[in-house]
């Protein structure tokens, strides 16, 4: 099982950025895909999830609004979207498959800066 994500992108203030997760190694249709992030010095923190087979999605009331799950079956990626960026949202992001309430495999993490 393998989740690799896209590389690191730099944005400026109230531009969007999108940051995918492929998968590899199982049936993609199958598990959940939550998005998580950590910003410098702090703690890993949920941002919602995505199931796969039906598009079924939840955010965190923090993003409400402002991201955007999607996952494209035929490519087996999932994808994030955030938009009016801020410089709080300076953050790796990592994808994760969620089995029976755990975590058992991560993306690598993507570095999103938000710097003018």
């Known amino acids: 099982v393998q989740l690799v994500q896209s590389g690191a992108e730099l944005r400026n203030p109230g531009a969007s950025v999108k940051v995918s997760c492929k998968a590899s190694g199982y049936m993609f249709t199958s598990y959940n895909i939550d998005w998580v992030r950590q910003a410098p010095g702090q703690g890993l923190e949920w941002m919602g999830r995505i199931d796969p087979e039906d598009g079924g999605t939840k955010y965190a009331q923090k993003f409400q609004g402002r991201v955007t799950f999607t996952a494209d079956t035929s490519t087996r990626t999932a994808y994030v979207e955030l938009s009016s960026l801020r410089s709080e949202d300076t953050a790796v992001y990592y994808c994760?498959?969620?089995?029976?309430?755990?975590?058992?495999?991560w993306g690598q993490g993507t570095l999103v800066t938000v710097s003018s």
């Open positions: 994760a498959r969620k089995v029976r309430g755990f975590y058992d495999y």
